[in-house]
């Protein structure tokens, strides 16, 4: 088991990369955010959070991974 860091930059950080990967995905399947947020049944607004690293809801996730057909470990990396 391993200690947890003194500082929590390191969920930020991680919070980035997924969404990151989220983009990365999105544009990949030339996909605009409309299409993805809209088949998804999220806000606009949340997509963008997402996208831009900051705390969303494990089940927002698992819609985004849904439409985008990518298991979710996968935009976990």
């Given amino acids: ?3 947890l860091p003194d500082d929590e ?3 930020a950080d991680r919070r980035r990369a997924i969404g990151a990967r989220i983009r990365e995905e999105r544009i990949r399947q030339n996909l605009t955010q409309d299409q993805v ?9 949340t ?3 997402v996208e831009a690293g900051q705390e969303v809801k ?3 996730l698992l819609r985004i991974a849904h439409v985008l057909d990518v298991p979710l470990p996968d ?3």
Avoid: E, K, N, V
Wanted: no cysteine; proline share 0%; aromatic share 12%.
């Fill in 1 to 3: 088991m391993r200690d």
């Fill in 9 to 11: 930059t390191w969920i």
């Fill in 37 to 45: 947020w809209q088949a998804a049944r999220i806000d606009r607004r």
């Fill in 47 to 49: 997509l963008q959070y």
């Fill in 58 to 60: 494990l089940s927002t």
């Fill in 75 to 77: 935009l976990m990396g």
